[in-house]
């Protein structure tokens, strides 16, 4: 178990730190409205997590290599992978349904969340 959260958290903490540049050094060289940092590292976000995925499993699987880059550093440079890859099982697994509400609840409640979270006076 603490091998495990160790892996998680080198994985996640590499992932955060380079999400960071990733955006930073995006939204400084286009300065608009848009955010373009947060697009480009979710998309490649997610690319990464579907390449890594393909990977393990033609290689077996291995767990400790799923927890460093997919649990880890995926998640911690976007939890939108983790959520995109989610997806895209159930869609595989013929789940549309599952996979319509869960994007639709994602999207609607997170935002509600979010609103909710700034009405709240502290």
Known sequence: MITNMLLVGLGGGVGSMLRY????????????????????????????????????????????????????????????SAFAHENMSMIQSGNYLGALLYITLSVITGLVAVWLGMMIKL
Do not use: Q, W
């Not at 955010?35 to 393909?54: D, E, H, K, R």
């Open 21 to 80: 540049l990733g955006t930073h050094g995006l939204y400084k060289l286009i300065e608009k409205p848009f955010p373009f940092g947060t697009l480009f590292v979710n998309i490649l976000g997610c690319f990464l997590a579907g390449l890594v995925s393909g990977l393990l499993l033609k290689m077996g699987g291995d767990e400790r290599i799923r927890l460093l880059l997919m649990v880890g550093f995926c998640g911690g440079f976007t939890t939108f």
